[in-house]
């Protein structure tokens, strides 16, 4: 990992506890709509909708995830810029859930922590928790970082019941 991509995952842990002392009440104004970029972001890969997913990042955000290897996790950075044009891409069904997410708004950041499930073309893939920072912008909320976890075992059924119920 180097400095930059270091100082990222600092800011987001570090957002993220900031988050936590701000009051529901204060939050729950815009808490639907910074859920729902999250949703259309789900929405847009299940349907391999590249235009619908440009609108839910921001170009110049950051993915991060951290794959089990042994007793640890090696993290993969990539560009959010390059989602969408992934999604056009796609051959695969891609759907991944979300449920329970505690969301904390305070000026013009999000925190949204969820659990998640995966599944591809129809089959389970993975579990783990999403956390997604957004930011405020002119053009409405956008994800400007991803962080999470892909865990391969230990995942318990989804409260949602099986993808498409």
């Given at each position: 990992m180097?400095?930059?991509?270091?100082?990222?995952?600092a800011?987001i842990?570090?957002c993220?506890?900031?988050a936590?002392?701000?009051p529901c009440?204060a939050q729950?104004?815009p808490?639907d709509s910074?859920?729902?970029?999250?949703?259309?972001?789900?929405?847009?890969?299940?349907?391999?909708?590249?235009v619908?997913?440009?609108r839910?990042?921001?170009?110049?955000?950051?993915?991060?995830?951290?794959?089990?290897?042994?007793d640890?996790a090696?993290m993969y950075?990539?560009?959010?810029?390059?989602f969408?044009?992934?999604?056009?891409?796609?051959k695969r069904k891609l759907?991944?859930?979300?449920?329970?997410?505690?969301v904390?708004?305070?000026g013009?950041?999000?925190?949204v922590w969820t659990?998640?499930?995966?599944?591809v073309?129809?089959?389970?893939?993975?579990?783990g928790v999403?956390?997604f920072?957004?930011?405020?912008?002119?053009r409405?909320?956008r994800?400007?970082?991803?962080a999470?976890?892909?865990e391969l075992?230990?995942?318990?059924?989804a409260?949602?019941?099986?993808p498409?119920k």
């Open positions: 180097n400095k930059s991509q270091a100082l990222a995952v800011a842990v570090v993220a506890a900031m936590s002392s701000v009440a729950s104004a808490r910074v859920v729902a970029v999250v949703n259309e972001f789900f929405r847009a890969m299940a349907t391999s909708d590249s619908a997913a440009a839910t990042v921001h170009p110049q955000g950051m993915t991060y995830s951290f794959q089990p290897r042994g640890t090696v950075v990539e560009g959010l810029s390059a969408p044009a992934s999604l056009a891409k796609n759907v991944e859930r979300m449920w329970e997410p505690t904390h708004v305070r013009p950041i999000a925190i659990q998640y499930d995966f599944h073309d129809g089959t389970f893939s993975h579990c999403d956390a920072t957004l930011a405020r912008t002119s409405g909320w994800i400007v970082n991803i999470y976890t892909v075992t230990g995942c318990k059924p409260p949602l019941g099986p498409g």
